[in-house]
């Protein structure tokens, strides 16, 4: 496939932009690619894992709120929140409480979500299944509760009771 830009070299880059919900395919070489400024992987200016990360931290709240933050710091490891940012990885498994206020919006805004759920096969551990159906009923009772919808909420506390009950004999 040749350059859709200047149609006299092969195409080397290909990506995809979506703008405004209208997605749009480029195609071009990399010598195109430069002149245009796009960021081309393996170069100074290219993507990396470091630079998405290191740009989601700047659109943290603490970062954009203008004061100037005090230097978070694990306990563990000594690992500063802004050399996070500059490496993209934690120095211990303690950074992930350490940190937890300004990585909680990041992970959820990434992830959609703070908790890892994963994936569990039905057939392999029904309890773990068990669980998590109990951890939704429960969460579906609070929301009948606000809403003061008791009779819904009394039909789910009693199932709530029935599969703990059913957990605990196995």
């Avoid at 290909?14 to 170069?43: D, L, M, Q, S, W």
């Avoid at 990360?53 to 709240?61: E, H, K, N, R």
């Avoid at 603490?62 to 005090?70: D, F, I, L, M, R």
């Avoid at 563990?76 to 303690?94: D, H």
């Amino acid at each position: 496939m040749l350059c859709q830009e200047c149609g006299k070299r092969p195409a080397s880059l290909h990506f995809t932009k979506i703008i405004n919900g209208e997605k749009t395919e480029y195609h071009i070489c990399e010598a195109c690619a430069r002149e245009r400024g796009e960021a081309i992987p393996g170069t100074s200016n290219g993507f990396s894992i470091h630079n998405l990360i290191s740009g989601l931290l700047d659109f943290t709240p603490a970062a954009t709120v203008g004061s100037k933050p005090a230097e978070l710091r694990c306990g563990q490891c000594g690992l500063t929140y802004s050399q996070f940012g500059k490496l993209g990885r934690f120095g211990c498994s303690a950074c992930y409480q350490y940190f937890s206020d300004r990585l909680n919006p990041l992970l959820k805004r990434v992830h959609g979500n703070v908790v890892h759920v994963g994936k569990v096969p039905r057939k392999i551990n029904s309890e773990i299944q068990g669980k998590r159906e109990i951890e939704r009923l429960k969460k579906e009772l609070q929301k009948s509760v606000e809403k003061e919808e008791f009779e819904t909420a009394a039909r789910i506390r009693d199932k709530i009771r029935e599969l703990e009950k059913k957990n605990a004999s196995m």
